[in-house]
Nanobody, 124 residues
Framework: QVQLVESGGGLVQAGGSLRLSCAAS????????MGWFRQAPGTEREFVAT????????YYADSVKGRFTISRDNAKNTVYLQMNSLKPEDTAIYYC?????????????????WGQGTQVTVSS
């Protein structure tokens, strides 16, 4: 089992940047694929990005490709989401998630463990 705690959310102007962190505790962090999802009011939770266990492979939603970067530090049990060139449509609660399997996951149901979320608000 793994526990996840996100931090780093906040209010930022359009065009600005934020870096989200997700600290993990419990079972060996490096045995999990990690992902970031987001949910805006009145919408379904959507995939944002995922990273392999070693950090060597990443995959992004088209809506954030080229603006967001997912990374991880297995020594610190932490996954990050660097968000640049933020847009008002990026406003959402951002969740990190862990998947203990043999391949990356792109949907909510692929992930076993979730954090409580951190609010990101981008003003125009």
């Amino acid at each position: 089992q793994v526990q996840l705690v996100e931090s780093g959310g906040g209010l930022v102007q359009a065009g600005g940047s934020l870096r989200l962190s997700c600290a993990a505790s419990g079972r060996a962090f490096s045995t999990y694929f990690m992902g970031w999802f987001r949910q805006a009011p009145g919408t379904e939770r959507e995939f944002v990005a995922t990273i392999s266990k070693s950090g060597g492979s990443t995959y992004y939603a088209d809506s954030v490709k080229g603006r967001f970067t997912i990374s991880r530090d297995n020594a610190k049990n932490t996954v990050y989401l660097q968000m640049n060139s933020l847009k008002p449509e990026d406003t959402a609660i951002y969740y990190c998630a862990a998947r203990g399997d043999y391949a990356m996951g792109l949907t909510q149901s692929d992930y076993n463990y979730w954090g409580q979320g951190t609010q990101v608000t981008v003003s125009s």
